[in-house]
């Protein structure tokens, strides 16, 4: 005996009360899903907890040579992080925004680099593979990196300088 489609969706309206039952399931599905987006609207709007933030750009060097890519990553004692994408050893941060800069203050600093290898990632349409780290792994700890930044007002320039011994 074949089952027709139409009778699955009809079974799931008698468990849920009927078509009415339904209805106010779909409604108050509805309702949780505005609620939630209102929620991540306000967490990401540019409201008062968006703090000031000043330019920081610069290099990244290991033993001297300019790293040719990674990201770098500057943490604040307290407040958001900023990220920079590293291009032949060039980077600038970003804090809400690309390019945005760094919030003021201290900021212990993490820099993370991998070969990326040919090919796809088996079974991962379009991600890129990653080989052993370019760096050594203590810089990509901002606690164990001994790297720190004081970000003040104006533009800051930052020479990151990594060491392949230890």
Do not use: W
């Not at 599905?29 to 609207?41: D, F, N, P, R, V």
């Not at 290991?62 to 920079?84: E, H, M, N, T, Y």
């Amino acid at each position: 005996m074949r089952l027709s489609p139409i009778r699955p969706v009809f079974h799931c309206f008698q468990a849920s009360g009927g078509l009415s039952g339904a209805i106010r399931n779909a409604g108050r599905l509805l309702t949780l899903a505005a609620c939630g987006l209102a929620l991540l609207s306000h967490g990401c709007s540019s409201g008062a907890a968006r703090v000031d933030t000043a330019p920081v750009h610069g290099t990244v060097t290991l033993d001297g040579k300019p790293l040719p890519c990674g990201q770098v990553v500057f943490q604040p004692l307290s407040g958001r992080i900023a990220k920079g994408v590293i291009e032949d050893g060039k980077f600038t941060l970003g804090t809400y925004k690309a390019a945005d800069g760094a919030v003021l203050g201290r900021h212990r600093v993490s820099v993370t680099a991998r070969k990326t290898l040919e090919g796809e990632e088996p079974g991962a349409i379009g991600m890129p593979r990653f080989g052993p780290s370019l760096i050594p792994e203590r810089y990509g700890d901002s606690a164990a990196s001994g790297l720190e930044f004081e970000v003040t007002s104006g533009d800051n320039v930052f020479h990151v300088e990594l060491s392949s011994r230890r």
